[in-house]
């Protein structure tokens, strides 16, 4: 037996009542002698028994009558064989969980895994009786299920169900339902998961406990195993993205198959133009990677997608990914005191890119370097400071972790004090001097080696050519040279000069980089102005510390929230989000830090290219794709399934496999939901303790004394 209410069953406390009453009215009078009654003492001893017994027989019925009504309110339920050999079928609460991911479009004998899903569900609905409530649960948002008490609404919310990406787990749907199974007022409270099992999307780490006293089952859909090739992931490998300039891409394939593939096909789409091809060999269950290269034609932000060839499961042989080719870059130019940058401003100025380089350049003194607002700029150009105070130190600092680029030029009058601060506060080494003297014609140094790997020199022999066939720089004549110490962090040397000190030093700081040069941009220190290498050098640095973190946009997963910050958006300008097919959603808003973050929740679910817009205004394009655990079909071995869902629950999960026909739910429903509620029972028995009571009561006579 069991109690629907348990709570209620507090109450009977309540039944003490009547034994306290009873036991007050046991006190002694007082003893007081009068000798025309002594003939009561003559009582005897068997009128005096009889009272007792009619006492104790009225406190006995009023406990009861109190008992059998407080067992009334706590709904008492007889469950088991007993209650199904008297016939007695109890209310039920079930709840159908459908597995929606898109592994269950695939097919079978049966047809698709999610037809059938829905079929069982129809027949699990038709076996309900008038009474029972269903809730209907998927992974098609997070509402609360609503509650149906009629087969038709139940019906047809069923057949609204429809496949998608980004749902969740089946461990975390069946802790959705038993959220909903935990408000219900039913004895029997059941969740059926049906699902076709598939290994990767069963269960995460996450524990979902399941109410007390819910039943779990599992009905298992799908009898075939499907091999699957998945295009998983798409990088930019370039960091450096500019017009007519080649850019590498790399997609990571996935062969999910028993058996190896050869020369598999992948392709890379930019603005629906194909423009790069390439072919693997895929091994079992192995990340492979292939190389693809385009040359962007034009400035913005480019849509472009990796397709690889069609199989079965069509979702995930499309990979989107966006590219940035900046409009423009911000230059900031603080010249130093009496620093001379004649050749930096020619090698900016638009008469000598012709506008095949857009560069916006402002140029400032360094006076005004502490009152000037450095986020509005891509990158940031210091040309023989002379002093830098703690603030402008401190700000420095900070545009780079941000996000920023900083390329400094040494000052022959530098301060190695404030030189120091700087390269602490970015997390470097420290200044050691000069090497040489400024203005004399005799070399002390020049180039030794240089990292040719980095992303900073990609595509830059495109530019200036080979010498005697090998990619190597030329060798400038250095004059005069700062002498520079790395510290131990996050620093790398991208080109050594023979005297063991740095030319060119990468320092990062947070999300941004700083580049130091050893010469300034002038013939004093060198003749590098004045050689082939000096333009495309400069160039591709502005390149490399301006792309930042944008050569390629957000990549998100579709039905996971996510949060995007957005750099020079106004507090008070709303941002919406435009999918592939125009819709247009509103995310959460706030401004942080001089900058608008985005929340985003699980709402977008259709995989593609998003538009990030204010008004009529592109900020930026972000791709959501597919979570790759979706591209493993391999479903999970029925036993082992059960055995993970019940650990992920907290409770034993029943199997229920029916796809030999459907038959044998109503078998199985029908020895479960036995049961007999008896509050009716206890109500009458109160009652009749209650009129038992009043006839003893009112029959009773005070005993007459025997003369």
């Known amino acids: 037996m069991t109690f629907l209410n348990p709570l209620a069953l507090f109450a009977l406390a309540a039944a003490a009542i009547p034994l306290i009453i009873h036991l007050f009215n046991f006190r002694r009078p007082k003893k007081v002698d009068f000798s025309s009654l002594e003939f009561l003492k003559e009582l005897q001893k068997s009128t005096m028994q009889r009272v007792r017994i009619k006492q104790w027989l009225l406190l006995v019925l009023r406990t009861l009558a109190i008992a059998c009504l407080v067992l009334a309110f706590a709904r008492p339920t007889l469950t088991g064989g007993l209650a199904g050999t008297l016939g007695g079928r109890a209310p039920t609460s079930v709840a159908l969980v459908l597995d929606n ?32 409530e269903i809730f209907v649960v998927s992974g098609a948002d997070e509402t609360v299920p609503a509650a149906f008490r009629n087969r038709a609404p139940a019906l047809e919310a069923l057949g609204g169900i429809a496949a998608q990406p980004g749902v969740p787990p089946a461990s975390r749907l069946l802790a959705r339902a038993g959220a909903r199974l935990a408000e219900a007022s039913h004895l029997n409270r059941e969740v059926y998961l049906i699902s076709d099992l598939q290994r990767s999307t069963l269960v995460d780490s996450a524990a979902s406990p399941l109410p007390p006293g819910v039943r779990a089952r599992l009905i298992p859909v799908g009898q075939r195993t499907y091999a699957n090739v998945a295009v998983t992931d798409v990088t930019v490998r370039s960091r450096i993205v500019e017009v007519g300039q080649p850019v590498r891409i790399e997609a990571t394939l996935v062969n999910y198959g028993p058996a190896p593939v050869e020369g598999y096909v992948a392709s890379l789409y930019l603005e629906d133009e194909r423009v790069a091809q390439a072919t693997a060999d895929l091994a079992p269950n192995q990340p492979t990677t292939v190389l693809l290269t385009a040359t962007p034609q034009r400035r913005g932000w480019l849509a472009g997608v990796v397709e690889i060839e069609d199989d079965a499961f069509a979702y995930d042989n499309l990979r989107y990914v966006t590219l940035h080719v900046p409009e423009q870059r911000r230059l900031l130019v603080v010249q130093g005191e009496d620093e001379p940058i004649e050749y ?8 000598l890119t012709r506008g095949r380089v ?21 990158a940031v150009v210091l040309v023989g400071p002379r002093d830098l105070s703690s603030g402008e130190t401190a700000a420095l600092a900070r545009y780079v972790e941000g996000g920023g680029g900083l390329l400094l030029f040494p ?18 080494g420290r200044f050691a001097g000069f090497s040489g003297e400024l203005g004399a014609d005799r070399t002390v140094t020049t180039f030794d080696r240089a990292d040719l790997e980095h992303p900073l020199f990609e595509g830059l022999f495109e530019q200036i050519g080979t010498i005697d066939g090998e990619a190597r720089l030329e060798r400038p004549d250095l004059f005069f040279a700062l002498n520079y110490n790395p510290s131990t962090g996050t620093e790398q040397t991208l080109i050594r000069l023979s005297n063991g000190f740095p030319f060119l030093q990468e320092i990062r700081h947070g999300r941004g980089a700083a580049l130091l040069m050893a010469v300034a941009p002038n013939l004093r220190w060198s003749d590098l102005p004045v050689r082939g290498l000096f333009i ?8 490399y510390l301006s792309a930042g973190e944008a050569v390629q946009g957000d990549r998100l997963i579709t039905g996971e929230p996510a949060e995007l910050r957005l750099s020079g958006v106004p507090e008070t300008a709303p941002v919406e989000l435009v999918g592939p097919d125009g819709e247009a959603f509103i995310p959460e808003q706030r401004s942080l830090f ?8 699980a709402t977008p679910r259709r995989p593609g290219i998003y538009d990030v817009r204010t008004g009529d205004r592109l900020i930026r394009r972000v791709v959501f794709n597919l979570d790759p655990r979706e591209s493993d079909l391999r479903p999970e071995a029925l036993p082992e399934a059960a055995a993970r869902l019940g650990q992920a629950v907290g409770t034993e999960v029943q199997v229920l496999d029916v796809r030999g026909g459907l038959d044998r739910v109503a078998a199985a429903l029908e020895a479960e939901r036995t049961g007999v509620e008896l509050w009716n029972v206890f109500l009458m028995l109160a009652l009749g303790f209650l009129v038992a009571e009043m006839i003893v009561a009112m029959q009773w006579r005070p005993e007459a004394v025997p003369a």
């Open 101 to 132: 991911s898109l592994s269950m479009t695939l097919r079978d004998a049966q047809g698709a895994y999610l037809d059938q899903a829905r079929r069982i569900a129809a027949t699990l609905i038709d076996q309900l009786e008038p009474g029972d």
């Open 344 to 351: 930096l401003r020619l090698a900016l100025s638009a008469r």
């Open 358 to 378: 857009a560069f916006e350049v402002e140029t400032i003194p360094e006076s005004r370097l502490a009152a000037t607002a450095l986020g509005g700029y891509d």
């Open 411 to 428: 000052g022959a009058a530098a301060r190695p004090a404030d030189y120091d601060a700087l390269f602490r506060a970015l997390g470097g």
């Open 536 to 543: 495309p050098l400069l160039y591709r640095s502005i390149y």
């Open 594 to 601: 001089g900058a608008a973050l985005l929340t985003l929740d």
